[in-house]
């Protein structure tokens, strides 16, 4: 997430302040006209500001900063009442924000903000964006929960700008309540959403790393299924898996066969990327005895233009898998026997064989009959279920699959093949 530039700081300051009118005192009768029109009192200089005043706007106005600056002194020195305090502030915000240009230097800013914001006679608009800004000033240093304050101020005098309650969301993770600005960052983007606005993939992308930095894991891939929603590509398919579970240091570390599961969606998702992911996806369908799977997934690798004809690695393990294939023969043996044993185990491996083949209608057959007859991993078969029902195009079918699987890190597996199966394909 980004502040706000300092560049673009001085227009939001002088917003609303460079055309104050400077008239003499009104009558009675005249101010009497202004409130009942519900407009605030002009400002009642003292006679010995007034003058003073309109020769330092004057040269506020014609960017003439050396000839303001010691007649807004006078103007400060001379000022009473909270009209001419207002005034002064004014002219001293006006001077410093001119003289700095984009380089806005907080310290020069925040005492003309500070007496701007404790006086009266300020308009609730320039109340709300002065607490605003200031606020911005407490967070750049690092004064959490003073820059909260202003904020909150801001917030309660109608402030709307979309990028408050991103700043209170930053502040808040980079001072450690990460849960609490989790939750506020999720608020705001629904807030975004309802009022038809696309969050940025930037947004997603800080949640997701503030939560993993904390190991809030159950947290991070909350966010990970909202940016795949959101921003459903190959990319961003290959970037998440790989964040949670296929890299060195990822969110949680998983078996081969949980790595596989995360190959295969992103295999469906057509995200496997380059040599190495071809290559290591083979290498675990082989050792997982699926050399069905592995020597599809390298003839894909290159009709793809991923496997380079002359890579050992892809060369070795396509000879493994075809001598494997060759080996295992035929599976409708297992079929008959995998129906009479006494538990499913070995109607759940003659499944993932038949999963692995591309033979779907047969996998969820015996994935039933494996859940039926019990003694298997009811969390692992039902994922498997729920991905031959998804080849086999029962996306329903598929989703009550995936919604039996309980226990971590296989219902977060599940979790992220419903979420493909809502979203478009890549």
């Known amino acids: ?12 300051l002088l917003s609303g302040v460079g055309g104050v009118a400077l008239v003499a005192p009104a009558s009675a009768k005249e101010k009497d006209k202004k409130e009942e029109a519900g407009k605030a009192p002009p400002l009642k200089l003292s006679k010995d500001v007034q003058p ?23 103007v400060a020195a001379a000022a009473k009442s909270d009209d001419d305090k207002y005034i002064a502030s004014v002219f001293q915000l006006q001077l410093a924000v001119g003289k700095m240009g984009n380089q806005i230097d907080d310290n020069q800013i925040k005492g003309p903000l500070d007496a701007l914001i404790a006086n009266p006679r300020t308009p609730q608009a320039d109340q709300a964006r002065f607490n605003y800004q200031r606020g911005i000033i407490a967070a750049n240093a690092k004064q959490p929960q003073e820059a909260i304050a202003f904020f909150q101020r801001a917030q309660q005098l109608g402030y709307t700008d979309p990028n408050l309650p991103l700043q209170m969301v930053k502040i808040k993770m980079e001072g450690g309540d990460v849960a609490g600005g989790s939750a506020d960052l999720q608020k705001a983007m629904d807030a975004q959403i309802a009022a038809g606005q696309k969050p940025d993939e930037s947004l997603y992308r800080y949640a997701m790393a503030k939560t993993l930095q904390k190991r809030m894991i159950p947290d991070t891939i909350g966010w990970m299924k909202r940016y795949i929603a959101a921003y459903p590509n190959a990319k961003n398919w290959r970037d998440i898996l790989f964040v949670y579970g296929l890299q060195q240091g990822s969110a949680l570390t998983l078996d081969k066969g949980q790595k596989v599961d995360l190959f295969r969606l992103l295999r469906r998702e057509k995200a496997l990327a380059d040599q190495y992911d ?16 592995g020597k599809t997934v390298i003839d894909e690798g290159r009709a793809a233009g991923k496997l380079p004809a002359d890579s050992a690695t892809a060369n070795d393990l396509y ?9 295992e023969g035929s599976l409708d043996p297992l079929e008959g026997k995998a129906k009479a044993a ?16 591309g033979n779907y209608a047969k996998a969820i057959e015996l994935y039933k009959v494996a859940l039926q007859k019990g003694g298997v991993d009811a969390d692992a078969v039902n994922t498997h279920l729920g991905i031959a029902l998804a080849g086999s195009g029962d996306t329903a079918g598929a989703k009550a699959a995936f919604a039996l699987v309980k226990a971590s890190p296989r219902a977060d597996i599940a979790s992220f093949w419903e979420t493909a199966l809502g979203t478009p394909a890549a």
């Open 52 to 74: 003073l005043a309109v020769k330092a706007q004057t040269a506020l106005q014609a960017k003439d900063y050396a000839t303001a600056e010691p007649i807004v002194q006078q």
């Open 1 to 12: 997430m980004k502040t706000i530039y300092r560049a673009a700081i001085a227009a939001a």
């Open 278 to 293: 071809y290559e290591i996806y083979a290498q675990y369908a082989i050792d997982l005895g699926l050399p069905y799977e």
């Open 319 to 327: 000879r493994v898998a075809k001598q494997s294939i060759a080996n």
């Open 342 to 357: 006494a538990n499913g185990k070995l109607a759940a491996g003659t499944a993932d064989a038949h999963l692995g083949a």
